[in-house]
């Protein structure tokens, strides 16, 4: 999967998250978005200001196929919620563009080594060729 972006860290749970400073962009993986098909809806639990725990869910994504958690791979504040999903037309971009426009929430961090816990692009790639 070549598409993968080398800034990025994975959690298994197929969700990625690129440090910007003391933010993080999260999102899900194409791998994730592309076993869930076609999206339904992205609905949140989480607002702007609301602290957040690792492996916290933090929403839920419903596809045609499946009803999925949003879980958090890292704990800080919510700094940032991606509302173009409130168009449903736009739920694409978590499939066409899933490390750039379909991020999800951006959190803010105290400490940045928490990342180092997730899987760099070379792990995550070794983790789905051995889960395929």
């Not at 339904?40 to 607002?47: P, Q, R």
């Not at 869910?57 to 958090?72: H, N």
Request: charged share 25%; proline share 3%; net charge negative.
């Amino acid at each position: 999967m070549s598409s993968l972006p080398a800034n990025c860290r994975f959690a298994d749970t197929h969700e990625w998250c690129k440090l910007d400073g003391q933010t993080v962009t999260l999102g899900i993986t194409k791998h994730a978005a592309d076993a869930l098909t076609d999206l339904v809806c992205i609905e949140y639990n989480k607002e702007v200001g609301d602290a957040i725990a690792v492996d916290e869910e933090f929403g839920v994504v419903d596809s045609v196929k499946a009803s999925e958690p949003l879980i958090s791979p890292i704990a800080g504040k919510v700094v940032g919620i991606n509302t173009l999903f409130e168009d449903e037309n736009k739920l694409a971009l978590v499939s066409d563009s899933p490390y750039d426009e379909g991020w999800l929430i951006k959190i803010e961090i105290e400490d940045v080594s928490v990342l180092d816990a997730l899987m760099s692009v070379e792990q995550y790639q070794k983790y789905l060729d051995d889960e395929s």
